[in-house]
């Protein structure tokens, strides 16, 4: 059976030429469905929880369309912008969208505009909250192959930065040391400790790749979050990271020894260490060269390609992606595989010739008429 998956969006508003400007205050007073981020130059929305792609594609698409309505009536020039970081500035200032807010105010004295950046949360209904533990144990230690498929941050105030994914090579992760939680007592136990620290303000104030979720954390959870994926604004490639999330836990819920506390040959003295520090150290390497990069797996610690691990799991899921109809979804993983993804592509513009502006230009015309043909093709009218 198919599991529930809603996403969380963050995106920027601005000018066609690529140029970001702050607009979350007239855009969340006048569309429902849409949230302030701390900094202005970003807003959210959240898509409901469902369990079939073809909806979920709908759901993705019409907000964003009814916000590109909406920016057109305050200027024709306001769009959405493509991208995981301020690609065209400015970093150095941050924009409070609500400077009454006292979180808010905390965010941006301790972390900057490190935190002003734009990703996909990719949520993922689990029930059972020891099963939803050894999902978000199995995810996490390959959530740098998600963050690989949605790289695309290589930019940042104008200038290409030598990251693929700029966003999650400066995004602050928080607290410093977050474990591999064992069970849900584990995590319930650790959270409340974090809370008496002060190393979490709250229990939303756990910023990692991959975390468990619900309406009354710790307590009562009901899903797994992914939050290391970068903006992926192609809502078909991000189906498919999603049909690939979907498929490997699905996996895991057919074999519970996936889970690397188990089955992983690494020492069993110091095998959760050597699992984080495995998965740190592939975070930053994916963060550096995304499909490009060399990986240790945590199955044996031995070196492999990120482009060959999507490849074997790819593999090892698609049977399930068909058992449950959704290979369909699944397969464009391989064109991202063969053709990069979006930093890639955008680095091979800059190579050519072009400059940030002009290619962040470019994409948001191509945005638009995706958006357009999907909402034509596929969904009702906004």
Same mark, same amino acid.
């Given at each position: 059976?198919l ?5 969380e969006?963050?995106m920027?508003?601005g ?7 702050g #607009? ?6 006048s569309?429902s ?16 929880? #469902?369990?079939?792609y073809?909806q979920?594609?709908?759901? #993705?698409v019409?907000?964003r369309?009814?916000?590109? $309505?909406?920016?057109k ?7 959405i ?5 301020l690609?065209t500035?400015?970093s /150095?200032i ?5 400077? !009454?807010n006292?979180y ?21 209904g ?19 192959l998600?963050l690989?498929l ?18 999650? &090579? ?8 977050v474990p ?8 319930? !136990?650790?959270?409340e400790?974090q ?5 979490m !303000?709250?229990?939303?104030?756990l910023? @990692?790749s ?8 710790p307590? *009562? ?5 992914v939050?290391i994926?970068?903006l992926?604004?192609?809502p078909?490639h991000?189906?498919?990271?999603t049909?690939l ?5 699905l ?5 519970? @020894?996936?889970?690397p506390?188990?089955?992983? %040959?690494l020492?069993? &003295?110091?095998?959760?260490d050597? #699992?984080l520090?495995i998965?740190e150290?592939?975070e930053k ?10 990986l240790q797996?945590?199955y044996?610690?031995?070196?492999i ?7 074997q799991?790819?593999?090892e899921?698609?049977?399930?992606a068909?058992? %449950?109809?959704i290979?369909?979804?699944?397969t464009p993983? *391989?064109q991202?595989?063969?053709e990069?993804?979006q930093?890639? @592509?955008w680095? !091979? ?7 940030v502006? /002009?290619v962040?230009?470019q994409?948001? $015309?191509i945005m638009?008429r995706q958006? /357009?043909?999907l909402?034509?093709d596929?969904? /009702?009218?906004?």
């Amino acid at each position: 059976m198919l599991l529930s998956k809603g996403f969380e969006v963050e995106m920027y508003t601005g000018h066609t030429d690529g140029t970001i400007i702050g #607009l979350s205050d007239k855009i969340v007073k006048s569309l429902s469905g849409f949230v302030r981020e701390p900094d202005s130059r970003n807003v959210e929305y959240t898509t409901p929880p #469902l369990q079939h792609y073809d909806q979920l594609l709908c759901e #993705l698409v019409t907000p964003r369309r009814r916000l590109r $309505q909406f920016l057109k009536t305050l200027d024709p020039s306001y769009t959405i912008l493509p991208g995981s970081t301020l690609a065209t500035g400015n970093s /150095q200032i941050f924009y409070r969208s609500d400077p !009454k807010n006292p979180y808010h105010a905390y965010i941006e004295q301790t972390y900057g505009t490190n935190v002003v950046t734009a990703s996909i949360h990719i949520n993922l209904g689990i029930s059972d909250p020891e099963v939803l533990m050894r999902a978000c144990r199995l995810i996490r230690v390959e959530a740098p192959l998600i963050l690989a498929l949605s790289a695309s941050s290589p930019f940042l105030d104008n200038q290409v930065t030598g990251y693929h994914s700029s966003r999650w &090579h400066v995004f602050p992760q928080t607290p410093s040391h977050v474990p591999l939680f064992e069970s849900h007592a584990h995590f319930i !136990k650790w959270t409340e400790e974090q809370l008496k620290l002060g190393t979490m !303000k709250n229990v939303r104030h756990l910023w @990692n790749s991959v975390r468990p979720n619900g309406d009354c954390r710790p307590y *009562k959870l009901n899903r797994l979050e992914v939050r290391i994926s970068d903006l992926v604004t192609d809502p078909i490639h991000l189906l498919a990271i999603t049909a690939l999330l979907e498929s490997r836990i699905l996996q895991l819920q057919q074999d519970p @020894n996936l889970d690397p506390l188990v089955s992983s %040959q690494l020492p069993s &003295h110091n095998r959760h260490d050597d #699992l984080l520090s495995i998965t740190e150290a592939n975070e930053k390497a994916v963060a550096k060269a995304s499909l490009d990069a060399e990986l240790q797996h945590w199955y044996d610690g031995q070196p492999i390609n990120t482009t060959d691990w999507i490849t074997q799991i790819y593999n090892e899921v698609l049977p399930i992606a068909k058992a %449950q109809g959704i290979a369909c979804f699944l397969t464009p993983i *391989k064109q991202i595989l063969r053709e990069g993804n979006q930093a890639q @592509n955008w680095l !091979k513009q800059v190579d050519t010739g072009l400059d940030v502006a /002009q290619v962040m230009a470019q994409t948001i $015309q191509i945005m638009e008429r995706q958006e /357009q043909a999907l909402q034509s093709d596929l969904c /009702q009218p906004v």
